[in-house]
């Protein structure tokens, strides 16, 4: 819960008790006006959210009673009756709040400030796939983070565009459009008004799975960017939940893009499927390009950019982007590639074929582990020409590697993530996404993959002369 709203819930608790303790309601309207004060305050700000809806009704009603109640002492079977089911009635008031909180991203680990900016690309080479007017260029929008100066600078919710983006994500999950809206409170670290830094930085691009947004892993790009990257996250145009295009259009998920594997058969799914990780890694491919282009979108930030080191890295569809990009010979411009539970089955066959080498690492989740995809990504890390780390995660699922640990404390209780606690998750995730890009894009930090153990992961090492 929120500062104001805990104050909402001491002046009821004050409100039930004081006549329980004493035996006498308080001065008439003084309660009342602690009610609806707090109230106000609360709603002008921190907004009103649903799952605030019990308590204020508490708060109405207890101010209710204390100016139109004329009875203001208690016998003591009043006040024993009072202080049982005000207790019943203050937990239940604060259950929703306390259960579904606005989220808060952890404080990023590194020294840097973190300015962020948006971009719209245009791929006029590839024709649009998905939508109701296919055939035309891809366009597609990026958010860049990188190293800013320190300055007093407002910052950005962890979604710009949350009206649009947070019911779509709570459609894909199956819920009511707005059982998420109160996550448009939750605030990132980046300000858009932030100067970048000087120097050069290291380039990470990250790419999202199927339904999911270019800030749904947001606490690791803030990590990353606060330990000297700059990080690019695009929005894949109809493969995420929703986007909005520069010119204020709104493009939701295509619901063909992935058809129902019980609606079709298995050839024309896992063409969709392979079609997916294929567009995906173009937008990658196109990203990469843009960077290249001096004058292109990405503009100045060009500048800090050091093109010589660039890492790619996803979940789920967006994993397998990540590594088929990275799998090309030809394009020698990806360094090094990291992947949370890749769908590598999507990844046809000539990549399936390929040899890595690039140093790699691949995380999984106990939900993926020992699956038919799972031994396809331990083929490809057993031919690797580079040094390939496999990492298991015990008590994690696919939920865990992006920021479901951290919108509810019961999310493991209504299987939305695993097991494991969410701050163990992500300070092991954290662990390695930073390490292992420090390792071989810096130079530096290889304890961080070597030395430091957790009882709940599982390494395997592949090093380039096939001993593991």
Known sequence: MRRFEYVL?????????????????????????????SLFVHLQFEGFRWQMIPLYLVGVGLAFGDVFYLERKFEWSGRVLRGLLG????????????????????????????????????DRERDEPYGERPGGPREFMAQVWYPAEAIAAPVVPW???????????????????????????????????????????PVVIYSHSWEGVRTN???QIENLVSNGYIVIAPDHTHIAAATVLEDGEVVFLDQDGLPDPNEVDEEEYDEAATLMVETQAGDLVTVLNALEDGAGPFGDLTDSADLNRIGVYGNGTGGAAAIKVCLDEEDERCRA????????????????????????LYMRSEEWAGTEDDALLSGISARGQAIT????????????????????????????????????????????????????MLGTGSAQLDSVSFSEVDVFVFDPEGQS
């Not at 937990?91 to 020294?111: E, K, R």
């Not at 448009?184 to 050069?200: K, M």
């Open 87 to 122: 207790a019943i009635g203050l937990v239940v008031a604060a259950a929703l709040p306390v259960a579904l909180p606005v989220p808060q991203i952890p404080t990023p680990g590194g020294p840097e400030a973190i300015g962020t900016t948006t971009v719209r690309l245009i």
């Open 159 to 201: 979604s710009q565009d949350s009206e649009v983006v947070i019911p779509a994500i709570s459609r894909a999950m199956g819920l009511p459009s707005w059982f998420w809206s109160h996550t448009r409170y939750t605030l990132s670290h980046a300000s858009p008004e932030s100067p970048i830094a000087e120097g050069t930085f």
């Open 337 to 360: 590639v990291l992947a949370m539970d890749p769908w590598v089955s999507a990844l046809d066959e000539r990549d399936l074929q390929q040899t890595m080498t690039r140093p790699a």
């Open 217 to 219: 892993s947001l606490n």
């Open 389 to 440: 780390y496999s990492i298991g995660i015990e008590g994690a699922t696919s939920e865990d590697f992006v920021m479901m640990p951290l919108l509810t404390p019961l999310a493991a209780r209504f299987d939305l993530k695993g097991p494991i606690a969410p701050g163990r998750v992500i300070t092991i995730i954290d662990n390695y996404l930073l390490g292992f890009f420090d390792v071989f």
């Open 9 to 37: 819930l001491f002046a009821a608790a004050f409100a039930v008790y004081w006549p329980v303790v004493f035996g006498v309601r308080p001065r008439r309207g003084l309660v009342a006006l602690g009610l609806t004060g």
